[in-house]
């Protein structure tokens, strides 16, 4: 009870904190584009198999009508394995039809996930096999322990990757303050489509409908042609290597 009251008032701290310095500013509203990031070859991060699909599977699609390869890595999954091989053919249904060329799927058990030197060289190879121009990649403030340590993972595993690389982050769990927000209003049947691929998943909560709900919200700061849009934190390697010391 006193651990609960101790953990309740820090969060109101912070929370106030965070409020003090957005009031610094007139207006925090973000750029809104009809076209994802430029780039030939884009790599999305995925904690946990539906992330993917549910945080930025209209924008995906959009990078493959556009003629783009694209690579997914699943983080971790669940430790039953009839539950795991479940999840994994659901994503790999999913990609199919978002139009993503290969996943990888790292298979680490979920809720113990930790930004191990392993963990890190794995994305690491990855990454650098592949050499993505974009990357989307869960945001750092998510209230879920995989998704917060996923970030974490890819952050340090591009650590010293040379190349220019165009980092995204996009909401699942917890909403973010989106300095980007990508029109997905004609690709959201497209999504709707690889989202009911996730049934183990929407037979306890019905992500289709929130998510939706979501990506409708997100239009309130646009004008009316645009129906759905994606929030992100777009940001350099350097900004997101800063949210760290947070
Ligand atoms: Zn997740």
Known sequence: MILRKFWVRHRDQLIEKAYKVMNQFDSLTPEVTSSPPLGNKIMVIAPHCDDETLGCGGTIYKHHQAGCTIEVIF????????????RRKESENAAHILGIKRCHFLQQ????????????SRVKNIIKDFRPEVLYLPHPFENQSDHKHTYQIVVSALG????????????VWSTLMPNTLIDISEAIEVKKRATQCYQSQ?????????????????TIVTTPEILYAEGFYKGSLKTLKRFFRI
Not at 75 to 86: I, Q
Not at 109 to 120: D, M, Q
Not at 202 to 218: A, Q
């Open 75 to 86: 983080v971790t999954e669940s430790e039953d394995s009839y539950l795991a091989s479940t």
């Open 109 to 120: 058990r979920e809720l113990t996930l930790r930004p191990t030197v392993e963990n890190v």
């Open 160 to 171: 010293d990757y040379a190349h220019e690389i165009k980092c995204l982050c996009y909401e």
């Open 202 to 218: 929407l037979s306890s909560n019905n992500y289709l409908e929130k998510i939706i709900g979501l990506n409708r919200y997100r």
